[in-house]
């Protein structure tokens, strides 16, 4: 789960982390409040106003603007909310602007920055220890600063088992060439960020950048905060800050009707009990030449209820061109399933693309005839290479 730059920083915050202080708004009337109390409070001529979307490089697609006075901010949040904002992470269309961010101008004289950085922390999957991954061009894009200068990024891995070591704090600073007092407060940064990290049970930290001012303090300009959807249930704090105008409608849905479901590019519905079923069904669906449309696991409760919601979310992927059900009947039994399916099809009245239903286990052989004298537009399979042939022979007419 994404949380807005606002959301993340808050979080930050809360643990220690310095960050650039800012007021929500979603109006141009509460920009300009806003930006009244963040100059008042923070001593700076003007504010920065900042989109807040899922999705980096805001400032390329001219959602983050500088506002030297109350005018200028108000026609600059006039001009913000309501955009449809397109970056280099959104696709075509882009995302719409509801709120912004009136964050205080940390560039102003006095506080000139010297240097901006890039930290971010995550998980190496390879072997399941957190990596810090910082540079010192802050500021850019971090995979073009991969792919053109590769060794002025460096990573710091952390064993779990032992946590983050005061000397890893000390080597982030040094090999960021700091000194003296900005190197002390690199230190506690670093130890404050990765204590956030590790506490929400995030997947990613990204702060880019964090920025070095003249009297050397060391601040988060920016927060890109990846929860671990997995671990939400024990932060329901932070689940609540989920927005879902930001979400894909559809993956909304499917979440609340408490779903596993992920979209493709393809044209071939997936409807299968059991993730590692899924990705053999998809692989199924590849060899019989079609795509898969989809990644969706209905779990182990395949009642009529649960089959139709899932049959309507698929259905809402104007690619599909087929459906394949795969259900392996283990604690459900197959005919309870059949019937399920054969209850979802009558109840919305009629599904506009085949469907090869292969229920394989527990009373598999009731089930198949089941579908078969339904009457239904519903192709039945046992076996996986029957179901295979069904999916080439409906795409194929």
């Not at 979440?255 to 596993?260: G, I, P, W």
């Amino acid at each position: 789960m994404n949380i807005h730059e606002y959301q993340g920083k808050s979080i930050l915050k809360s643990f220690g982390v310095v960050v650039q202080e800012g007021i929500v708004a979603e109006t141009p009337e509460q920009a300009v409040a806003a930006a009244k109390e963040v100059m008042s409070t923070y001593k700076c001529d003007g504010v920065v106003i900042k989109a807040q979307i899922h999705a980096g490089g805001r400032g390329k697609g001219g959602g983050v603007k500088f506002a030297p006075n109350l005018d200028k901010v108000k026609e600059v949040a006039t001009n913000i909310i309501g955009m449809q904002l397109i970056t280099p992470q959104t696709s075509a269309e882009g995302k719409k602007v509801t709120k912004i961010l009136v964050a205080q101008d940390v560039y102003y004289p006095g506080a000139t920055p010297t240097k901006e950085f890039y930290i971010s922390i995550l998980l190496n999957r390879a072997n399941g220890r957190n990596i810090i991954m910082y540079s010192t061009e802050g500021g850019m894009d971090i995979e073009h600063v991969a792919e053109t200068t590769p060794h002025l990024i460096w990573k710091e891995e952390i064993d779990p088992k032992v946590g983050l070591r005061d000397f890893q704090c000390r080597k982030v600073a040094f090999n960021l060439g700091l000194s003296g007092n900005a190197f002390k407060e690199m230190t506690k940064f670093v130890a404050n960020l990765y204590k956030a990290y590790d506490s929400i049970d995030a997947s990613l930290f990204e702060i880019n950048p964090v920025l070095k001012t003249s009297d050397d303090k060391i601040i988060a300009v920016d927060a890109k905060v990846t929860m671990d959807d997995n671990a939400l249930y024990r932060h329901k704090d932070i689940e609540a800050m989920r927005d879902e105008l930001e979400e894909n409608p559809i993956d909304v849905e499917a979440r609340k009707a408490e779903l596993n479901y992920v979209k493709l590019d393809g044209n071939v519905g997936c409807m299968v009990n059991g993730a590692g079923l899924a990705m053999a069904t998809m692989d199924i669906i590849k060899l019989s030449g079609g795509e898969p449309a989809n990644f969706l696991d209905v779990g182990g409760t395949a009642n009529a209820e649960r089959v139709e919601k899932a049959f309507r979310i698929i259905l809402k992927d104007k690619n599909v061109k087929a459906i394949l059900v795969n259900i392996f009947g283990g604690i459900v039994r197959c005919d309870r399933v059949a019937q399920g399916v054969v209850d979802a099809y009558k109840n919305m009245g009629s599904i506009p693309v085949p469907i090869i239903v292969r229920l394989q286990g527990t009373n598999a052989v009731e089930a198949k005839k089941l579908i078969e004298d339904s009457g239904l537009k519903v192709f039945s399979a046992i076996q996986l290479q029957e179901a295979a042939d069904l999916v080439k022979q409906v795409i194929n007419n």
